[in-house]
């Protein structure tokens, strides 16, 4: 028999069902949200013992169990191109070495990867992040939500270090990434973070004057519409704050901070460092709050720290900082970082002048609308890439070294006959890119040139893809096919013959400067000349 119907009146009417529906044989169950973990646990109860009656196989499905201190939780979830796996907290280094060696492994038997290579052979993380969430076992435990000065530490050093922002991150960088910094895209933001620096200085002294603590809410009011990206996505930020204190939902206060710059290393030692280097840094600013200016970088972003001279010194202060506090950490550490981040091309001698080919980072571009079959869309431009050019033992009174026939500007290291200097070129022309116009200047010509007999003394060439227009139509199936790839595209040969004419070569060498990249020549801007040519 069917049962009556009960008619209930609105106000009294429950919101949230249990939904059952049978598919290919088995019974899947759709959990409602529940604000208590008792009533989660209940319901749990009610299917298994329905389960077991019934005897059929049953998938859950639906809403989780609601924020507990009690409850730790371990998900994987399928991404595009990648496993997500969020890991439960730990206690100890001891828990989080055993936790971060377990899982490689496990992916390893999974036959999972965390690096690829490209089809040219370089050697590149999947594009998965490893965000570091820091935090109490509760929310009052959370040292950030205790001491809001320990958040304005970290980033304020990490907007002075931006190595900490660029040697950890993936390919795509800039201002429309997934955790772009703050002080990215938006010349006001950094005047705007000063002012809520001071407003949470100036709140927590007068709470504490009077014997109260801070609100746990006081960070994410002063804070949660300075970190975000530039369309005011709260989560896609450096320092992601809508799981701290957000008056949005439960699931929002949660004393927690999520560090979005890291890229998943290919090795486990080497995610065990990321995290030993946060670990240290938010020891040393628990003990020692950092109250410093905040540095208006400009485009100084962009050049220094993406050319691997730069990130490198930048990165040795954070350890010289963490070794004058007390913590040993070595700087030898991260050398595996600064190889993975920007790998050696190629190095040649010419004339007793030593010349060394990088990779350096170049920020992607997100393109404007276009139309496309499914409606529009924004693409990422990648066609444009860098590299550092590092010469030891030059004169640079006698002595140019010049790319495509133009002068680089080359810049003093600390070392005394040691110079650097970027080089951005594009190396790929797709349909659809900024300035589509400009041509590919691959393969690029390094020449090491004297002034004064104004010959080329010899030099190198790089290519972009293989130099015998080879198409590969497969990614290299191991690192050593890679590397046999990589090495294929420098050449220790290729220099300019015939005498130059070095007043041309300095005239477009002028012509290229900008105030804006002092240190990089962009080979775009010299669309067009052809100077140094044989006389």
Same mark, same amino acid.
């Given at each position: ?186 010349? %006001? ?6 002012? &809520?620096? #001071?407003? !949470?200085?100036?709140?927590? @002294?007068? =709470? /504490? +004057?009077? $014997? ?90 962009? %050049? ?6 730069? &990130?490198? #010194?930048? !990165?040795?202060?954070?350890? @010289?900082? =963490? /070794? +004058?506090? $007390? ?90 006959? %040691? ?117």
């Amino acid at each position: 028999m069917v049962p009556p119907v009960t008619i209930t009146s609105p106000e009294k009417a429950p919101t949230t069902a249990l939904t059952f529906e049978a598919r290919d044989g088995q019974v899947h169950v759709f959990l409602p949200p529940t604000e208590r973990l008792e009533d989660y646990t209940d319901l749990l109860k009610l299917v298994e013992v329905a389960a077991r009656k019934l005897a059929v196989p049953v998938v859950l499905e639906g809403y989780g169990p609601p924020p507990d201190s009690r409850l730790t939780t371990l998900s994987v979830t399928p991404d595009p191109g990648v496993i997500e796996v969020n890991v439960q907290p730990t206690r100890s280094w001891a828990e989080q070495r055993d936790l971060t060696t377990t899982l490689y492994e496990h992916a390893r038997q999974a036959r999972l990867t965390t690096e690829k290579f490209d089809l040219d052979g370089l050697h590149t993380g999947t594009g998965g992040g490893n965000h570091l969430t820091l935090g109490g076992h509760q929310p009052a435990d959370s040292p950030l939500l205790r001491r809001p000065d320990l958040l304005v530490s970290l980033i304020t050093y990490w907007q002075r270090h931006p190595s900490l922002s660029y040697l950890f991150s993936g390919r795509f960088i800039g201002p429309t990434s997934q955790a772009p910094r703050f002080d990215e895209g938006r010349p %006001e933001s950094v005047y705007e973070m000063e002012i &809520a620096f #001071a407003e !949470i200085e100036r709140i927590v @002294a007068g =709470l /504490r +004057a009077e $014997g109260e603590e801070p609100r746990p809410w006081l960070v994410d009011r002063a804070l949660r519409h300075l970190l975000t990206d530039l369309t005011g996505n709260t989560h896609r930020a450096e320092f992601c704050i809508d799981k701290m204190y957000s008056p949005d939902s439960s699931r929002g206060r949660l004393g927690l901070l999520e560090l979005r710059g890291f890229e998943m290393p290919p090795h486990p030692q080497m995610a065990l460092v990321q995290a030993l280097l946060v670990r240290s840094l938010v020891a040393m600013f628990w003990e020692q709050p950092l109250r410093a200016p905040l540095v208006r970088w400009g485009t100084t972003l962009h %050049e220094d720290f993406l050319l691997p001279q730069g &990130a490198i #010194a930048d !990165i040795a202060e954070v350890t @010289a900082d =963490l /070794r +004058a506090f $007390g913590i040993d950490f070595e700087e030898s550490w991260l050398a595996p970082f600064t190889e993975f981040r920007f790998p050696r091309i190629g190095h040649t001698t010419v004339a007793g002048i030593d010349l060394e080919l990088r990779s350096a980072i170049e920020p992607w571009h997100v393109l404007g609308e276009e139309a496309t079959a499914g409606g529009t869309a924004r693409y990422v431009d990648s066609s444009v890439e860098k590299l550092q050019v590092a010469v030891r033992g030059i004169d640079p009174h006698r002595h140019l070294v010049t790319c495509q026939g133009v002068p680089v500007p080359l810049t003093a290291t600390a070392v005394p006959g %040691e110079y650097y200097a970027g080089v951005r070129y594009r190396a790929w022309q797709p349909w659809s890119a900024l300035h589509p116009s400009s041509e590919v200047h691959a393969p690029l010509h390094i020449d090491v040139v004297d002034r004064v007999s104004e010959v080329s003394l010899g030099g190198a060439t790089y290519h972009v893809v293989h130099p015998g227009g080879r198409s590969y139509d497969t990614p290299p199936i191991n690192a050593n096919e890679a590397e046999a790839r990589r090495s294929t595209r420098f050449e220790a040969r290729g220099h300019t013959s015939g005498r130059l004419d070095v007043g041309a070569m300095l005239e477009a060498g002028r012509r290229a400067a900008s105030t804006e990249y002092p240190h990089t020549l962009d080979l775009r801007r010299v669309q067009g000349l052809s100077p140094g040519k044989s006389l």
